[in-house]
């Protein structure tokens, strides 16, 4: 090192450590959250030091270099807000909501802190802008043998990485089975090196980046498939009113527990007093995973086929057929193992909003911020519209699932972590389960009120994806696909308009018939498309539960069991296994 200014050289040392220390700060916020001190050493800060380091070495003057950190330096702002607001470190899910969703429109993403975000990297700027030219007037180069050193070090921190990973490829080896984009996106395990490296900024934006990346791609590939599939849909040209569609997919609501339906429990008090609603109480979900139930609701699947993508489009491509501009909003996640399958055929519509940044892992956003995405949408007062909302619903966490106010049944411990499987926490369980159920009552009740105030043909369909356990009886099961009667029995009801009403008296008939009747959540596909009187080739109107035509069709689980003839043993009301070979989830 040539030691011409020895002062502007300790001050160009002084400013390279505040951006090293800058852009390791979001690793403090890990800590804060109790990570083991040995392992946040070992597994966080030292791999991200290694990665700056090797980035600052890769030319022999540290002034030009330092330019490489930029990047990674500017994004720490964000990861800051992410970090504090979700209590999660910058993931796949968040870079697929900050690619995809129209963040202007979204639910305030970033809101109320642009300025300060705005001045943070401006502030970040100057810092490297001073920082490198005080490196380059005091000509500070790196010392000889440290650069070798330092690749030395990477060298044999990759040699552990790629030891890691070829142990864990023996560990979890991959199911032969699957094709490649099955793989990708559902069955995939992570590469180890993320389940190290996950937390541990900036190394972690380099695996969410990576990740991301492979579930797109591997999801193109499965809509190239569908990508010229059509449905040959249309909707003869006699109404001149405006017409809306909703369909709401719920999330875990199970029939017993509305008031509707006769719960003990005031869970259903806003839509009990709105004149109209039918309730569905005899319907069924064939699956009992979001995955794979979410694309029996909106699309031709049937319960039989064990594929986790369908060759068909959706219920959302048929309504953009016939001329309905076609909406997705959804507080759950666009990627993942739960949810590729879904966000498939989110795709399909003309806009998709994913509204909430964290998911259902972590307490996030609430299903509210649905309610103004709908407003938004309906202000638009476009003739033709679809609407298809995918809630969190009654998804565990139940506390999680809803703003303090709605928390009524007692003790839910909320603000509490309250285990899933342990039996003791039964009544909590239960309660806060109620409470969620509450929370979607004034979420339905809400978008109902926003569309009564339409001038408009419209209708209203909710659909659960499944049922839930919740220790009922001696039963000794929580959560949802333990294939019991608890599983597959859904909630699910629809209002329509009184221009809906008028239109279609027959259809509303029907409707209130259906109430009783035993449903399949696979035939809300068909009664969408009815409702709407959206006709196309291959029709079946015996399908469609608001269809004079409509015939109960025999209840066929995933497994092949006929879920109405079929035992239901003990307290769990366990039906039995069939064909399929369970717990491949
Ligand atoms: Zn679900």
């Known amino acids: 090192m040539i030691k011409k ?27 804060q959250r109790g990570q083991d001190l040995s392992q946040w050493l070992r597994l966080g800060l030292l791999p991200a030091t290694m990665l700056l380091l090797l980035l600052l070495s890769l030319q022999r003057s540290p002034g030009r270099s ?5 990047p990674l330096a500017l994004l720490v702002p964000q990861e800051w807000f992410y970090q504090l607001t979700y209590g999660k470190a910058t993931d796949a899910h968040a870079m697929a909501i900050i690619f995809e969703t129209d963040l202007a429109e979204a639910a305030g993403y970033l809101s109320g802190i642009g300025w300060l975000l705005f001045a943070a990297l401006l502030g970040i700027l100057l810092l490297f802008g001073l920082t490198s030219s005080v490196l380059l007037v005091a000509q500070l180069h790196w010392p000889r043998f440290c650069r ?17 990973e070829r142990q864990y490829a023996i560990d979890y080896p991959l199911d032969p089975q ?32 990576n990740e991301y990346r492979v579930q797109q791609q591997a999801l193109s590939a499965v809509a190239v498939k569908s990508r010229n599939f059509q449905f040959g849909a249309a909707q003869p040209e006699v109404l001149g009113e405006r017409q809306i569609y909703v369909l709401v997919i719920g999330e875990t609501l199970r029939p017993d527990r509305l008031q509707l339906n006769g719960y003990a429990r005031a869970t259903t008090p806003e839509l009990a007093s709105i004149p109209g609603v039918i309730s569905f109480k005899d319907m069924i979900s064939p699956w009992a995973w979001t995955r794979m139930s979410v694309p029996v609701i909106i699309s031709r699947k049937t319960a039989a086929n064990h594929s986790y993508f369908f060759d068909e489009k959706s219920l959302v491509a048929a309504f953009g057929e016939a001329g309905f501009r076609t909406y997705w909003l959804s507080t759950q996640s666009p990627l993942g193992v739960h949810d590729s399958s879904v966000a ?66 007692l003790p ?16 909590l369980l239960s309660n806060a389960y109620d409470n969620t159920v509450l929370y979607t009552d004034f979420i339905i009740a809400g978008l109902i009120r926003q569309l009564q105030q339409q001038q408009a043909i419209a209708s209203l369909l909710l659909v659960s994806d499944h049922g839930e356990n919740i220790f009922d009886g001696d039963c000794d099961k929580s959560g949802h696909g333990h294939n019991t009667e608890f599983d597959y029995r859904v909630g699910a009801l629809w209002l329509g308009s009184e221009l809906f009403s008028q239109q279609f008296p027959e259809k509303t008939r029907q409707l209130s018939l259906a109430a009783r009747q035993p449903l399949l959540t696979s035939q809300t596909f068909h009664t969408m498309l009815q409702l709407a009187d959206i006709h196309y080739p291959s029709q079946q109107s015996k399908l469609s539960f608001a269809s004079p035509a409509f015939v109960p069709q025999p209840r066929l689980l995933w497994t092949g069991v006929d ?10 009301r366990q039906l039995p296994q069939g064909q399929a070979v369970l717990g491949q989830n």
């Not at 050193?149 to 790629?162: D, F, H, K, P, R």
């Open 178 to 209: 699957a094709d490649a984009t099955q793989t990708a996106l559902s069955r995939r395990p992570l590469p180890q090196s993320h389940n190290l490296f996950y937390q541990s900024f900036p190394l972690n934006l380099l695996l969410a980046g």
């Open 344 to 409: 498939l055929h989110a795709s399909e519509a003309d806009e998709v909003q994913y509204l909430n940044p964290v998911g259902y892992k972590k307490e996030g956003f609430y299903d509210e911020v649905l309610l103004d995405a709908f407003q938004r949408v309906l202000a638009k007062q476009e003739q033709k519209q679809l609407i298809v909302l995918h809630t969190l619903g009654s998804h565990f966490s139940y506390t999680d699932r809803y703003p303090p106010a709605f928390d009524r049944f």
């Open 412 to 427: 839910s411990g909320k603000g509490q972590k309250i285990g899933m499987h342990d039996k003791a926490n039964r009544e």
């Open 563 to 572: 879920f109405d003839h079929a035992a239901k043993t003990g307290q769990c």
């Open 5 to 31: 200014l020895p002062q502007s050289q300790s001050l160009a040392v002084v400013l390279l450590l505040s951006l090293l220390l800058l852009l390791l700060s979001p690793q403090w916020l890990v800590l």
């Open 66 to 70: 330092v330019w490489l950190w930029l």
């Open 148 to 164: 070798p050193l330092i690749w030395g070090c990477t060298l044999v921190g990759l040699g552990w990485v790629t030891l890691q």
